[in-house]
């Protein structure tokens, strides 16, 4: 009996490990995302990565740091832990976690999604559960929802795709994004591990190059609108570049 035991323990064994293959934190990881500015239209691209360095603590709690790299330097976008398919985001200005990706859905419906930690939640309808073959020929969930919020016209509603280990294809900061003039404001280019590539993905229709000096570079609001004169505090779009001025 004990060998039977043995061997059927041996035999899940391979399944179990699999599943750790898709962990969304990993060191290596690499996003390349490219992003659509409508004022003026042009493009821009960044790279987002766990490394070395991304291991950090909050309280008793251990959380990974995604790093943008930014002309050179790293800055943090945002600090992550991951138990069994559940990914969390954690908020400093909130001091507190939320649910950023379940890849542990398995059935359509309506859920609940917190976007970015702030204080208001989505809805959204999971449209399709179901896995997908990433570039390396391994197997990963793959989760489908439509931003069903009545808050939302339906014109901003498009489909959201969560990929096990990859996160939302349209940012890997984005649990839930929003499309600007039908087309999504981010998609995500390619997702490598080290030397493997896992996803990789040619968007059209986005033409221009941003500047890249913000001193030279016109300020727009988040409406397109452009901003004369020192911009108040809030979000902006200089350079091409989501920015925050204090």
């Known amino acids: 009996m004990t060998f039977i035991f043995i061997f059927i323990l041996l035999l899940l064994l391979p399944t179990q490990m699999s599943g750790q293959e898709h962990s969304?934190?990993?060191?290596?990881?690499?996003?390349?995302?490219?992003?659509?500015?409508?004022?003026?239209?042009?493009?821009l691209e960044e790279t987002y990565c766990f490394t070395e360095e991304s291991d950090t603590l909050v309280g008793d709690v251990h959380y990974m740091r995604l790093f943008k790299d930014n002309d050179g330097s790293q800055e943090t976008s945002g600090l992550f832990r991951e138990v069994d398919?559940?990914?969390?985001?954690?908020?400093?200005?909130?001091?507190?976690?939320?649910?950023?990706?379940?890849?542990?859905?398995?059935?359509?419906?309506?859920?609940?999604?917190?976007?970015?930690?702030?204080?208001w939640d989505y809805l959204c309808e999971?449209?399709?559960?179901?896995?997908?073959?990433?570039?390396?020929?391994?197997?990963?969930?793959?989760?489908e929802m439509k931003l069903t919020d009545p808050s939302y016209d339906e014109t901003y509603s498009e489909i959201n795709v969560w990929i096990e280990g990859i996160g939302n294809l349209l940012h890997p900061l984005l649990n839930v994004g929003n499309m600007w003039d039908g087309a999504p404001i981010y998609t995500v280019l390619s997702v490598t591990r080290g030397n493997d590539v896992l996803y990789r993905n040619t968007p059209t229709g986005i033409s221009g190059t941003c500047a890249t000096k913000d001193a030279e570079s016109p300020t727009y609001d988040l409406q397109g609108r452009k901003v004369e004169g020192k911009p108040s505090r809030g979000i902006y779009i200089i350079g091409g570049k989501k920015r925050v001025v204090e």
């Open 85 to 119: 398919g559940v990914v969390y985001r954690y908020y400093p200005e909130h001091e507190k976690e939320y649910v950023f990706y379940d890849f542990t859905m398995e059935s359509t419906g309506s859920v609940v999604i917190s976007w970015q930690g702030k204080t």
């Open 126 to 143: 999971v449209t399709e559960a179901s896995m997908q073959t990433l570039l390396d020929g391994s197997q990963a969930r793959r989760i």
């Open 24 to 43: 969304f934190i990993e060191q290596g990881k690499t996003w390349h995302v490219k992003g659509r500015v409508l004022y003026p239209p042009c493009e």
